[in-house]
């Protein structure tokens, strides 16, 4: 799925470079910093077993996808998507498509057993225009996608975690999400930036 534009600022550059994630992330062999925001919330929420079926939307370069096929150790089922193209990850099936285009979402539904999931992973976000409410409008209808998505494919008990940004729209996600979850709850891991907005909404026990 899109990304918001990076800036091609001197300022970024450094603080790209110097961030500690990222120089982890390299030595480790991850493809993005991500991937530390994901073991991190797994660490916490235990989220990620053996024998489980994930989707991850918005996956490349893929980081979270990396992590997940470690986790589950060849026993389960990995089907990434995303706009942008991704080289391949042992044990994960990788679709490229945009992921609000229906063909694609059917796509990704036909690459699950059973045509279900344990646990769907949004890590999606569109580029940012500058415009504070068009983007709103466009990260939340992402969060949407996501959502409804995840209703249709996860089995009883099953797991999404989501990736928001705080603003308009948040509580209102929030409520729709704990109607048909067990639990909701907030987390910002230590690898994302502390001036972002970036958040993840957690929802267990899908019923």
Not at 43 to 63: E, F, K, N, S, T
Request: aromatic fraction near 6%; hydrophobic fraction near 45%.
């Amino acid at each position: 799925m899109a990304r918001r534009k990076r800036s091609g600022s001197g300022a970024w550059v450094v603080e790209h470079e110097q961030d500690p994630f990222v120089r982890k992330a390299r030595d480790e062999g991850f493809r993005s910093r991500a991937a530390y925001k994901l073991a991190e919330i797994d660490r916490r929420d235990r989220l990620i077993r053996p024998g489980m079926q994930v989707v991850d939307l918005g996956a490349a370069p893929g980081g979270w996808s990396q992590y997940v096929a470690a986790q589950i150790k060849g026993k389960g089922r990995i089907v990434a998507v995303d706009l942008l193209a991704m080289l391949p990850i042992r044990g994960v099936e990788s679709i490229q498509g945009d992921f609000t285009d229906a063909k694609v979402v059917e796509r990704v539904i036909d690459g699950l057993l059973n045509r279900q999931s344990d646990l769907v992973l949004s890590d999606m976000a569109p580029n940012i225009s500058g415009i504070a409410v068009a983007d709103q409008a466009r990260v939340y209808a992402l969060c949407e996608l996501a959502l409804q998505f995840s209703q249709r494919v996860l089995r009883p008990g099953g797991v999404v975690l989501i990736k928001v940004f705080q603003g308009d729209g948040f509580e209102d996600l929030r409520r729709r999400m704990r109607v048909q979850f067990k639990r909701v709850v907030v987390r910002k891991p230590q690898a994302s930036r502390a001036r972002s907005k970036e958040l993840y909404l957690l929802a267990t026990g899908y019923q």
